[in-house]
């Protein structure tokens, strides 16, 4: 029989290979899918792989999608490295929306264009809020940070649906749950004409870099991540794990943030109930397939956001289901999991028992 | 309260139960594998994938029996898809436990789409005879769904298992020292895998019965958050039967207490209410975690560990 057996040292081939191999089980799984659906196998798999990145159209609204999962994903890998679990991207993002489309309707035709500087502001701010409430329970009453943070996801949900329906409806809206367009000196610059591709690209290239300083070049960023893995060095170091905590926490959450106040202030350019579209949560998937490396994240970002309008173009072209998505992503998290053991473990023939 | 009648109380006790038992089911399913030594955060995923699987299966059988059957197979399918990538090739109980969340969101709500706008046949409800004709009682307690009672049956049984019976006490060294357990010369991988999956398939009959019983349709995401409470309610029960289902209950109250202020016409916004059960558990959450040391002694020692048995 085969036995798993410890490598004396990670094969660094694996740990690059990995998630292409991971990939490879998933289009094979996929391909099956499409197959048992009825549907051409490569016909579909044209439209997760080829048809997202055939056009300039296509690649700029990829980059929409992109950007908020490079972001949310860039703030998870920190946290992941630091072995805390914030799941609840998701709320933080929405709060991040939250904030940033509070302050863009306080806007009047006069504001200047230095108010989407307070719009992501507030947004970074709303998300670092929520992810605030997740620092503090753990750190003061050693509540689990799981459960917190995708409890919070509901509430933050629900805070939404209030304002839109209640307070911040726009009324001139004929009582639709959305606020008021936002005003255009609020919205997020676009990049070209007739392209929804904003900004947001260069905050999230910025992003990579900082973070990626960050990771690798500061002793905080350091003292994170031995925290995370050998939280007993770190405590005989000296480090303190609260500070790691929260310096995780309060980042994933303007990231997320951040990212909520783009969307809203970009392609969005309201908040309605349907503000939350799923990027906290992918981006968990991403930050994994990633490495929980900046440079990875990017990669990984692209791919699923091929999967999005993959899906979006799977409905609309081959009939097929949108939520085809969300299985592709979840089977490539499982798939990049199962493959990834092999980085520190082999097979090896022991022979019949 | 104004207004609540003996008749609405009744009602509201006998919707409390009914909402408790939800994640009761899911909860001391989870609990079993927990005392084995395994953390499923897919609990969510599972009890959608069940859900629809049960729903399905109840709309062309016309059987209720048959889709929580169905539900319970999803569901020990998928838990045991996660315990074999867990058990044996040792990944993070934390990341695949998300990943199968995930992964069963998007699952179910791409084999739902079909069922959205699909009814099931029409049931008759249940009544025990004799008692549900009594006053008060008999509307409160005596016209619940079968599972209703077969979940504190479960409950109580649970309690005999672990605490009195021989293989309830190898469950719980596999899952205070494995090592232990391996040398007396138990299985411990197998006997993780049948707790993981046992724990499935609770959670799929919970998520079977959401959209069979409780809200009996198909809408994606129905799960809304149930399968995450009942992995909340293990911790907050110290993992002991009896409290998961007073902790049930105490959460299928807050539920439809709820329910009961709208009913009243409350000048509460409904999101503030239906926030009520999200934030609730967190307090619980809070208030439970505050003694570590308590959570610690209560807690499987080896939970979310992996074991690597030696040669």
Redesign the interface.
Known sequence: MFKLEPRAAPSKALTLASPLIALAVTVVIGTILFAALGKDPLAGLRMFFVEPLRSGYALAELSLKATPLILIALGLSVCFRANLWNIGAEGQFVLGAIFAGGVAMQATPDTGRWILVAVLGAGVLGGMLWAGIVAALRDRFNANEILVSLMLVYVAEMLLSYLVYGPWKDPAGYNFPQTITFLEATRVPKLMQGLRMNIGVFIAAAAVLGFTLFLYRTFAGFQLQVGGLAPAAARYAGFSSRKALWTALLLSGGMAGLAGALDVAGPQGQLTPYVPLGYGFAAIIVAFVGRLNPIGIVFSAVLMSMFYIGGELAQSRLGLPKALTGVFQGLLLFTLLACDTFIHQRLRWVGTK | MTGLTPESLALLIAATLNAGTVVALASLGLLINERAGVLN?GAE?MMLVAAIAGFATGVHTGSDWLGFAAGAAAGAVLAG?FGL?VI?????Q???G???S??????S??VG?TYTQQRLPERPHFAIPGLADLPFVGPAFFKQHPLVYLTIALAIGLTWFLMRSRAGLVLRAVGESPESAHALGYAVRPIRLLAVMTGGALCGIAGAYISLVYTPLWV?GMV??KG??A??LT?FATWRPARVLLGAYLFGGVTMLQFQMQGQGVQI?S??L??LP??A??IV??LI??N?TW?RINMPASLGKPFHPGA
């Open positions: 955060l995923g898809a990538l044996w090739l040792n990944t993070n934390y990341a695949t998300l990943a199968l995930l992964f069963g969101a998007g699952l709500a791409f789409i994606e809304a958050g995450w409470i992995l909340a911790t916004p999101q503030f239906t926030m999200y934030i558990t967190i959450l809070v975690s505050r570590p959570i």
